[in-house]
């Protein structure tokens, strides 16, 4: 009895971890090759992001039952210093698959693609990256990254895996403290966009505050969902002007809190929007 309590809650505790593996090598294997490949193949049930970075996937699990590698292989490790070319193709699966962040300095050249399954079950997902290496870009050395060093729990909500781009931190300075330059980054969220005094439920939100101040939010409830505008100030709190929605205008103000971590916490939005025919709210979280 004591034994199969033990494996019980080792199987729990072990379920809850997600799966970081080394994509096999193709037969056409070379580092320093100027094109590179990788062909992804894994098992998903519910939602999942698929994370590429370096020679190491990161199969995070959003809801649903953890997935597994089924076989993925690449040509080489995902460059870290830029590219003339990325490209994303889907090849088979039965629900959706997209490329939600193409990589980059300011998510440590890490490619995701998001898997959205809502028929139940798991499924066998494929799809295909390919990249052209910028040979004038240097090396950044980003080659795998601490997050994959060590694997998130399930439903923690740090979806996403892309750490805050904090500058200027000194000896025994916080992230808060720092001065901040924005960050891109997608993770698992509860809350709701209201509008017409009806609320669609977000669970899923991508926030990229670039360094000039320009500011996307991607919203992932009922449909894809993007709003555009601007952010300013620091501290714990930035203030979010929100220009577009839908690719419609819109007037909208309101605030992005950051955790003591410099992460995004919680981002409260109020105005008015040509797709919506009025006034919309946005109360998300992590």
Same mark, same amino acid.
């Given at each position: 009895?004591?034994?199969?309590?033990? *494996?019980?809650?080792?199987?729990?505790?072990?379920?809850?971890?997600?799966?970081?593996?080394?994509?096999?090598?193709?037969?056409?294997?070379?580092?320093?090759?100027?094109?590179?490949?990788?062909?992804?193949? @894994?098992?998903?049930?519910?939602?999942? !992001?698929?994370?590429?970075? #370096? !020679?190491?996937? &990161?199969?995070?699990?959003?809801?649903?039952? %953890?997935?597994?590698?089924?076989?993925?292989?690449?040509?080489?490790?995902?460059?870290?210093?830029?590219?003339?070319?990325?490209?994303?193709?889907? $090849? !088979?699966?039965? #629900?959706?698959?997209?490329?939600?962040?193409?990589?980059?300095?300011? +998510?440590?050249?890490?490619? $995701?693609? %998001? $898997?959205?399954?809502?028929?139940?079950? !798991?499924?066998?997902?494929?799809?295909?990256?390919?990249?052209?290496?910028?040979?004038?870009?240097?090396?950044?050395?980003?080659?795998?990254?601490?997050?994959?060093?060590?694997?998130?729990?399930?439903?923690?909500?740090?979806?996403?895996?892309?750490?805050?781009?904090?500058?200027?931190?000194?000896?025994?300075?916080?992230?808060?403290?720092?001065?901040?330059?924005?960050? =891109?980054?997608?993770?698992?969220?509860?809350?709701?966009?209201?509008?017409?005094?009806? =609320?669609?439920?977000?669970?899923?939100?991508?926030?990229?505050?670039?360094?000039?101040?320009?500011?996307?939010?991607?919203?992932?409830?009922?449909? @894809?969902?993007?709003?555009?505008?601007? *952010?300013?100030?620091?501290?714990?709190? &930035?203030?979010?002007? @929100?220009?577009? @929605?839908?690719?419609?205008?819109?007037?909208?103000?309101?605030?992005?809190?950051? +955790?003591?971590?410099?992460?995004? =916490?919680?981002?409260?939005l109020d105005g008015d929007s040509q797709r919506f025919g009025g006034r919309f709210q946005l109360n998300v979280r992590r």
């Open positions: 009895m004591f034994r199969r309590l033990l *494996w019980l809650g080792c199987a729990v505790l072990c379920a809850q971890q997600d799966p970081v593996f080394r994509p096999k090598q193709m037969r056409d294997y070379n580092p320093r090759a100027a094109d590179g490949r990788c062909i992804v193949r @894994v098992r998903v049930d519910d939602e999942s !992001d698929v994370e590429l970075r #370096g !020679d190491r996937i &990161l199969l995070r699990t959003l809801t649903g039952r %953890a997935g597994r590698d089924d076989g993925s292989e690449c040509s080489q490790p995902l460059p870290s210093g830029g590219f003339t070319k990325f490209a994303f193709r889907g $090849i !088979d699966g039965r #629900g959706e698959v997209r490329l939600v962040q193409e990589p980059r300095l300011g +998510n440590q050249w890490t490619a $995701i693609v %998001a $898997i959205r399954d809502k028929k139940g079950g !798991d499924e066998g997902y494929t799809f295909e990256l390919t990249w052209t290496a910028d040979p004038t870009a240097a090396p950044t050395g980003a080659t795998g990254g601490s997050i994959f060093d060590r694997p998130s729990t399930s439903g923690s909500g740090s979806g996403g895996g892309i750490l805050p781009n904090l500058s200027g931190l000194g000896s025994g300075q916080s992230p808060i403290q720092a001065k901040f330059t924005g960050f =891109d980054e997608t993770l698992s969220s509860t809350g709701a966009l209201r509008v017409n005094n009806q =609320d669609q439920n977000i669970r899923r939100l991508r926030a990229n505050l670039r360094s000039d101040g320009n500011a996307e939010f991607t919203l992932y409830g009922n449909e @894809v969902l993007q709003m555009a505008g601007r *952010w300013t100030g620091g501290g714990n709190a &930035l203030d979010i002007t @929100v220009t577009n @929605v839908g690719g419609e205008a819109a007037s909208g103000r309101g605030r992005l809190y950051l +955790n003591s971590g410099g992460r995004f =916490d919680r981002i409260e």
